[in-house]
């Protein structure tokens, strides 16, 4: 398997992790306050799941599509859509829970994240198709 396709791979996990770790806080947000309930803030634990998950996911996108750019790939093309529509689908669903969630901890990062990402994994899905269009160069004869 190129390095290439390592990538990929990985920006499809680290994709998968952010849906997963923003699903679970506004999961914990939605929930009614205890008095055994923790409080968070949400501001900054939610810039530290775009630092460490969907940020460097689309920088690698990025990177595996230069590196197959010349001569396409499906598969890899395949692992990219999988990863932009895993980000729609899990933020689409983050978004219907926003109205779920507790008053106190609706701010604006929390409102406009999900819409934000979404937006984000449409070109991620663009970039995956693109890669599908790209036929490999013929090799160059040698007649010598």
């Known amino acids: 398997m ?30 009614p306050e205890d008095t055994n309930t923790i409080i968070i803030e949400p501001n900054p634990k939610i810039y530290q799941f ?3 998950g969907v940020a460097p996911a689309s920088i690698m996108v990025g990177i595996s599509f230069i590196m197959t750019k010349r001569y396409g790939s499906k598969q890899i093309g395949t692992i990219i859509i999988a990863g932009g529509v895993i980000l729609l689908v899990g933020m689409a ?18 409102q406009l994240m999900p819409l934000l990402f979404m937006a984000v994994s ?14 490999k160069p013929k090799q160059k004869k040698d007649y010598v």
């Open 93 to 110: 669903y983050s978004y219907t829970l926003v109205d779920d969630i507790a008053k106190n901890y609706l701010i604006p990062v929390v």
């Open 2 to 31: 190129a390095v290439e396709k390592f990538i990929a791979i990985a920006s499809l996990g680290l994709f998968v992790m952010f849906s997963g770790e923003i699903v679970t806080i506004y999961h914990f947000m939605s929930q």
């Open 122 to 135: 449409i070109p991620v899905i663009i970039i995956g198709i693109s890669l599908f269009k790209i036929k």
């Open 50 to 52: 775009i630092s460490i």
